[in-house]
């Protein structure tokens, strides 16, 4: 399963949502109420996976037979909050047959 790398995408995209989430509770909450500063290091976690999920979605668009609208919206919702969990959800469906499509080698 970890090989897929239809599931790897899927991972991905949950774990930049995730971090941007972090990122926006935890990095700025916690640097204004407290002198714990979480931001350079959520921050630089968020920009990784960020950087890795438009790289991906970009090879992976063709494996999963998107076209430019459907590509285009998985990049808009890498950089709107909440959005990557909602294309998630929308293409749920999409991504668990394409990952049961590839036969492990």
């Known amino acids: 399963m970890a090989k ?13 949502g995730w971090s941007f989430v ?11 109420v407290s002198e714990i500063d979480l931001v350079m290091p959520l921050g630089a976690l968020h920009g990784a996976l960020f950087v890795l999920l438009v790289g991906s979605t970009l090879v992976i668009r063709r494996r999963l037979g998107w076209g430019f609208g459907t590509t285009l919206l ?5 950089v709107v909050p909440l ?4 294309f998630h959800h929308r293409k749920r469906e999409d991504f668990l047959a394409a990952e049961r499509a590839v036969q492990p080698a």
């Open 4 to 16: 897929n790398p239809v599931f790897l995408y899927r991972m991905l995209t949950l774990a930049e």
């Open 83 to 86: 959005a990557p969990f909602w």
């Open 74 to 78: 998985a990049l808009v919702c890498a």
């Open 22 to 32: 972090l990122l926006l509770v935890f990095g700025s909450v916690l640097s204004r």
